[in-house]
């Protein structure tokens, strides 16, 4: 069983589409990120949540709106989208924070956005 | 802010030892990070480090802390060709992990 699954893997679209790419963990875990990962390869985190509540949203367009119906899923939809929003993007999942610091994250396998 | 900034690019023949190096700015990280990024996947975590150990060693991965100068370094004994990836550091905030721009290892036979 995959732990953190994204769904689609490849996204090839136009510019000024409205797509979404879904993020679910069965890990049992409380805390879902997205992370953002360019052509040169620089990870950036975008958005964290909390058993559904937003925690961090990192200076993103607000054409980029995060959902996260339960604590298990988090979707990624992205409107009008643009030549730059061509990325990997990658869900993760961590636990509990323990000793005050956020523990391993675990990554699904990403999903390759291509904007032409 | 947080930053943690790694070298770019190794280069290594099959058999030789890596080091990979990571410096950091958050004095308050608990825990350190090492992550793999394979072609075409997901990254995985490889090894950590918390931040009151100066070594941590775990088979062919030795992992060196100076807490002072906050660098961190990964050391990977006797590399292989499927060692050839991108390794991640990161450190452990509250809410998040913040990455480095990862080191791109490069292992020819």
């Known amino acids: 069983d995959t732990a953190v699954s994204q769904t689609p893997k490849y996204l090839v679209t136009q510019m000024g589409n409205d797509k979404s790419i879904k993020c679910e963990q069965n890990?049992?875990?409380?805390?879902m990120y997205w992370y953002k990962q360019d052509s040169k390869k620089f990870l950036k985190i975008m958005f964290s949540?909390?058993?559904?509540?937003?925690?961090i949203n990192e200076t993103v367009p607000n054409r980029f709106s995060p959902k996260s119906p339960d604590k298990a899923h988090l979707n990624l939809h992205i409107n009008s989208l643009e030549l730059g929003d061509s990325a990997v993007y990658f869900c993760?999942?961590?636990?509990?924070?323990?000793?005050?610091?956020?523990?391993?994250?675990?990554f699904g396998e990403g999903s390759r956005l291509t904007v032409l | 802010g947080e930053d943690v900034e790694q070298s770019l690019f190794l280069s290594v023949r099959e058999g030789d030892s890596s080091v990979i190096n990571c410096t950091y700015t958050?004095?308050?990280?608990?825990?350190l990070y090492w992550y793999k990024q394979e072609p075409g996947a997901g990254l995985q975590l490889l090894t950590y480090?918390?931040?009151?150990?100066d070594m941590k060693q775990d088979q062919r991965l030795t992992v060196l802390l100076n807490k002072k100068d906050k660098h961190l370094s990964l050391r990977i004994a006797d590399t292989q060709t499927g060692d050839s990836a991108i390794y991640f550091c990161?450190?452990?905030?509250?809410?998040?992990?913040?990455f480095g721009k990862g080191t791109m290892l490069l292992v020819s036979p």
């Open positions: 993760a999942s961590s636990p509990i924070p323990q000793g005050g610091a956020v523990g391993e994250l675990f």
């Open positions: 890990l049992g875990h409380d805390t």
């Open positions: 949540y909390n058993n559904k509540e937003l925690i």
């Open positions: 958050d004095s308050s990280s608990t825990y």
């Open positions: 990161a450190e452990g905030g509250y809410s998040t992990l913040t």
């Open positions: 480090i918390f931040s009151n150990m």
